[in-house]
């Protein structure tokens, strides 16, 4: 039972263009999400985050947007940058879960120059 | 980057042998978690410790354990490695409450032949 899910495993985009990363997730008990960008050999990196009290979180070029009644949050990049391709997964977590998170399986972003 | 360390950064053993991974921490923080990575997956959690000698499990325990006798160190035990656990592990920390970004050592991967 998969209950964050990230629908497209790639996406490719031009440089300085919009990237979009869509997740959904089907567990309603989930209140906060976040996003995360892993490069190879890395661990995944912290990137940005939101509560289910706010609609919209902006930092620098990322902006995640959440619409609880779709149970759907999606990343926005702009512009994308070829330094920005790697693989991003969403996370969510809920309620008293000793941070716990579930993830969805990732999207490559590949951004051309 | 936030001090986690993770030893060995990549083994070779055979099915039936006990491999035991380890996590460092210089944060000082509470909480402590074990993932997997295996495509089409993303991140799966293994198991987690809220502190000194208090852990649960995650979603995909079953052949795991885990021990952590100080704040810093959090272990991870194969029993008896199986080459369904070939895999990427993933250690992760989080801050004072468990509403922080958990932040993710570089990974170890593991083979088992």
């Known amino acids: 039972d998969q209950q964050v899910k990230q629908n497209s495993p790639s996406l490719s985009v031009q440089e300085g263009r919009i990237s979009i990363l869509n997740c959904d997730y089907t567990?309603?008990?989930?209140?906060?999400f976040l996003w995360y960008k892993k490069y190879p050999a890395e661990g995944p990196t912290f990137l940005i985050s939101?509560?289910?009290?706010?609609d919209k979180n902006e930092d620098g070029r990322f902006t995640v947007f959440l619409n609880k009644s779709a149970k759907h949050l999606s990343l926005h990049i702009v512009p994308s940058q070829p330094g920005d391709s790697a693989v991003y997964f969403c996370?969510?977590?809920?309620?008293?879960?000793?941070?716990?998170?579930?993830f969805g399986q990732g999207t490559i972003l590949t951004v051309h120059p | 980057d936030a001090g986690i360390t993770q030893s060995p950064r990549h083994k070779v053993t055979e099915t039936g042998t006990p491999v035991t991974l380890r996590c460092h921490q210089t944060?000082?923080?509470?909480?402590m978690y074990w993932y997997r990575q295996d495509p089409g997956h993303g991140l799966r959690l293994i198991h987690y410790?809220?502190?000194?000698?208090?852990?649960d499990k995650g979603e995909v325990s079953d052949g795991y354990s885990v021990s952590r006798s100080k704040t810093e160190d959090f272990l991870l035990t194969l029993e008896s490695a199986t080459s369904s656990q070939t895999s990427v592990y993933f250690c992760?920390?989080?801050?004072?409450?468990?509403?922080?970004?958990?932040?993710f050592g570089d990974g170890t991967r593991l083979s088992i032949l």
């Open positions: 992760a920390i989080s801050g004072r409450d468990s509403n922080q970004p958990q932040h």
């Open positions: 567990n309603s008990m989930f209140d906060y």
């Open positions: 939101i509560s289910s009290i706010k």
């Open positions: 996370a969510a977590k809920g309620g008293t879960s000793y941070g716990k998170l579930t």
């Open positions: 944060e000082n923080h509470r909480y």
């Open positions: 410790s809220y502190g000194v000698k208090d852990t």
